[in-house]
């Protein structure tokens, strides 16, 4: 195919098979599906024809997608609200349907998610100072998104210890 976007029952075939073919690879929400389309050039009035019949198929459910991608992620990669959030905001995911699926996460798993993260860790940091475990762990937990109080209370419980919050230079 050249540069010229696809028309009529071309875009329709081609919007189609993008489509296809990126829920084979795995469950996207609607907005990645549309900036796929857009990458290959299909009219946005194809794209949403052709995205309105997977929906109303059940094939592309964005609430049914917010709430996978939250459980996996956070079961996976032990990421906390915060950083759901943003991803889901990257993924094009509604507000409303994103904060239904974050509010469905349980904070005793989320801490424990935070607890099994740390001793992962710890396990690579024989011989690091305390202090220098503090901050590489609580470091590692705000990247994951967990807030700074519930972050230096789970490595205080993992070291043993009073964790004192490091100063800003």
Not at 21 to 34: F, I, K, N, V, Y
Not at 55 to 70: C, I, N, Y
Not at 88 to 117: S, T, Y
Not at 159 to 169: D, K, Q, R
Request: glycine fraction near 6%.
């Amino acid at each position: 195919m050249a540069d010229s976007e696809p028309t009529g029952e071309e875009a329709y075939a081609l919007a189609k098979k993008v489509v296809y073919d990126r829920l084979a690879a795995r469950s996207q929400s609607r907005a990645e599906l549309e900036r796929a389309l857009a990458t290959r050039r299909v009219p946005a009035e194809t794209a949403a024809v052709v995205l309105d019949k997977f929906e109303a198929a059940g094939l592309v459910d964005d609430a049914a997608f917010t709430r996978s991608w939250v459980e996996g992620r956070q079961r996976g990669k032990g990421l906390a609200q915060r950083a759901l959030a943003m991803e889901l905001r990257q993924k094009g995911v509604d507000d409303e349907i994103a904060r239904q699926a974050l509010a469905a996460i349980d904070p005793d798993e989320e801490r424990q998610a935070a607890h099994r993260l740390v001793q992962r860790k710890l396990r690579s940091m024989d011989g690091l100072d305390e202090q220098v475990k503090t901050r590489r762990l609580v470091g590692m937990l705000a990247r994951k998104g967990y807030p700074p109080g519930l972050s230096y209370a789970v490595v205080a419980e993992e070291l043993g210890s009073e964790v004192e919050p490091i100063e800003s230079v």
